[in-house]
């Protein structure tokens, strides 16, 4: 029973990650339908980025978190007036397209500039033992859970209750509509874009603080789209919820069928939940009219 409570704070704590990355994912598919398929590999830039700061400079650790999440913010902002803005108008695979050779680019990147091999371990959480009954637990762990909700709490609050946030939900609903209001639509794609680099950064930081700084953590971050997927790709909460099912899942059959059997499952859940709600838990079903 102790194995099987370990396993429920891990899959919970990585599930919080996948389901904070998947946020991104969603907000960026909300205001342009695109599909980002290179937010695992935004995660990991976020992750060596912070890395530079606290490894490399030494700087402190608030500081560095605080210049990691400007910097992903800009890589968002950067990605999409360099990309994905001379792409409007073009076919959605087009667009798919292009988010797949950019986590290629993102990945090389990363390894040109800090190599293939692990970087040197960085102590982002305490790490000192905590016993819950018979179960002996790390802070780490929970202070992970912790972050990566409070961080996901915190930008769902941003999308349904702030200007840009409202401004974001009006640009998935009809950019012709919102044009025609005097928002720039430009201007809010790239917004939407930048917040998603600021969510994977905050999902590297947390992986790379309890799996270590490597270049698995962008594998690892492709969790995020099942559980975007499973959520519902129009739902900032269902990608909380999808996340969490995932990482649960991930960790459970991982303990008791070994660690390669974890990630296909994900993917296997993903597809018994498209048979019975295509949309995801909480997406919306459209309707078209031929």
Known sequence: ??????????????????????????????????????????????????????????????????????????????????????????????????????????????SLIWGTYPLQHVTVFPSSPLRIGKMVLTTQSLFAIGLALASATALIIFFRYTRIGLAMRGVAEGHQIMQSMGISVKRILNISWGIAGIAATIGGILMGGTLGFQLGLSHIGLLAIPAAFIGGLESPEGAILGGLLIGLSESIISGYMGNAAGVPAAFVILI???????????????????
Not at 87 to 100: A, D, H, K, N, R
């Open 1 to 110: 029973m102790e194995f099987f409570g370990l396993l429920v704070i891990s899959g919970m704590m990585n599930g919080a990650i996948y389901g904070l990355v998947a946020l991104g994912f969603v907000l960026i598919y909300k205001s342009s339908s695109v599909l980002n398929f290179s937010q695992g590999h935004m995660l990991l830039l976020g992750a060596y980025i912070f890395w530079f700061f606290v490894g490399s400079l030494g700087l402190n650790l608030f500081v560095s978190v605080l210049l990691a999440m400007v910097s992903g913010f800009f890589v968002g902002v950067l990605i999409e007036r360099l990309t994905l803005r001379r792409l409007i108008g073009q076919p959605l695979i087009s667009l798919i397209t292009v988010t797949i050779f950019l986590s290629l680019v993102l990945e090389g990147l990363v």
């Open 272 to 290: 018994a939940v498209m048979f019975f709600r295509p949309y995801g838990f909480f997406g919306l079903e459209r309707i078209e009219r031929v």
